[in-house]
């Protein structure tokens, strides 16, 4: 369907219509769309699988742990806590406000927001965030992305099915089309994405001041740290997976691997080992492995491939009629290159070498770079590595494994600077789609003048001890 600025201006208008008749207020209302949410998914399991299949290449498997499993576990942890966070809390006021002792700080929603979701995890990235809108008592505008359009359209259908269009929404169409959900005022964006889009997302919430969550990939790529001391097979085994997920076409993703000198060789076997164990030799005619989103991803992908052809040690091969392109390893790549300077989001994987001794010089000069969305560092130094994970500056991350930070219950998912601002996941969901409003209730009798005027005089000195006492 092509939207107008007037057809989606009216689905503002009625979803603020809907908003503010009170309704999404009543918490018992949220756990009842969240329930029908979740039969919903459950129900047209088969068809989301043979969407991700038709966008992505996406095996069942694979469709239902990256995509489909999360969005029902992430539902479960909502429904579990919800009546919990939104509780209204109760604080003791304190003597400065006596005689008014009870304070209450409300967990508002914001109102109408607008999920802006990618192609990647399309389900994922969409139903978990709206799992958050719904929970905060949001109403929800989705516009879905227009690269994975079997994964929208199935959305569409999922969405009109369970809830009305003044409530949620699913919007299908290109960035012409983002654009104008992004001239109306919203209450609340949630934007996932590049961070050059996500600067746009910015400069147009900020001419309404909305709330804004970003979160991005990361400019310079995400870092994964192989120490000489680490478990080179463990290590191989569990990236070789990673960059095969969804044909390394993952925020989260490893987008160049740091391998001390001392362990390389040994390292990049095991990885090559490893590549062939999981998805055979030829990965282009592997069944079950993902694909490119389209054409312009494949041949990105295969023009960086050629520009670094002289250092392919495996894989660089592809069919750009599936859309398939090998893992391919790059070696040696120096830490200054382009391809280690932005992301790849793709299966090809460059391997820095770097002397162990210096491993904490390679740390300064990530930490000069834009901070990533994800870390990995694989090492039996745990000293070194809480003292990494504890002082740099990156979204989230694991020591000695890969991506399932991400899957752990009651933690957040977030970015810092270029790869994002704002957590979701459970209640930090919760959180970020709702505002704390803090409501004193006052008191009619026992009043003190201590704040009113005169403040000079006779009463200066009683004044000064009693405000100073009352603020220790």
Request: glycine content about 8%; aromatic content about 10%.
């Amino acid at each position: 369907m092509a939207y107008t600025q007037e057809q989606i201006q009216e689905i503002v208008a009625k979803q603020r219509k809907f908003f503010r008749s009170g309704v999404t207020l009543d918490v018992n209302w949220r756990l009842k769309q969240l329930k029908k949410l979740k039969a919903a998914v459950i129900a047209h399991e088969e068809e989301l699988e043979k969407a991700l299949y038709e966008d992505l290449g996406r095996s069942k498997v694979e469709a239902y742990l990256c995509d489909i499993g999360p969005v029902i576990v992430e539902i479960n942890e909502t429904l579990r806590g919800l009546k919990k966070w939104a509780r209204p809390e109760k604080h003791y006021s304190g003597l400065m406000c006596f005689p008014s002792t009870c304070t209450t700080v409300y967990k508002l929603p914001y109102g109408v927001s607008l999920i802006i979701s990618p192609f990647n995890f399309p389900i994922l990235l969409t139903l978990g965030v709206l799992t958050a809108s719904i929970a905060g008592g949001n109403t929800a505008v989705i516009k879905a992305s227009s690269k994975s359009a079997a994964s929208t359209k199935a959305l569409q259908k999922l969405i009109a099915e369970t809830f009305p269009e003044d409530y949620v929404t699913v919007i299908d169409g290109g960035h012409d089309v983002a654009d104008m959900c992004l001239a109306q005022r919203f209450d609340k964006i949630f934007y996932t994405g590049s961070p050059a889009v996500g600067k746009h997302v910015l400069a147009e919430a900020a001419k309404n001041l909305t709330s804004v969550a970003l979160e991005l990939g990361g400019e310079e790529g995400n870092w994964c740290i192989v120490r000489k001391d680490a478990d080179i097979r463990d290590a191989a085994r569990k990236i070789a997976f990673f960059k095969i997920c969804n044909a390394g076409q993952i925020c989260i993703n490893i987008n160049q691997v740091a391998v001390a000198e001392e362990i390389a060789d040994a390292f990049i076997e095991a990885l090559k080992s490893e590549f062939v164990r999981q998805i055979g030799e030829k990965p282009e005619e592997n069944g079950e492995y993902p694909k490119l989103i389209n054409d312009a991803a494949y041949d990105k992908c295969q023009k960086l491939a050629e520009k670094y052809k002289d250092r392919i040690i495996f894989g660089g091969t592809g069919n750009r009629e599936t859309r398939k392109f090998a893992p391919t390893i790059i070696f040696p790549v120096d830490k200054d290159e382009d391809i280690v300077r932005h992301e790849l989001f793709c299966p090809l994987l460059p391997i820095v070498p770097f002397k162990d001794e210096e491993v904490d010089s390679l740390m300064e000069t990530i930490a000069d770079r834009e901070h990533p969305l994800a870390m990995y560092v694989f090492t039996k130094d745990m000293k070194w590595a809480k003292k990494v994970m504890s002082t740099h500056q990156y979204g989230g991350g694991c020591i000695n494994e890969v991506c399932i930070h991400i899957m752990v219950k009651g933690v957040p998912f977030n970015g810092v600077g270029h790869s994002g601002m704002g957590a979701y996941h459970g209640e930090w969901g919760f959180r970020e789609f709702t505002h704390p409003s803090t409501v004193l209730k006052g008191r009619t009798y026992f009043n003190l003048p201590l704040r009113e005027h005169p403040y000079t005089g006779k009463c200066e000195k009683m004044k000064m001890f009693l405000l100073k006492l009352f603020e220790r």
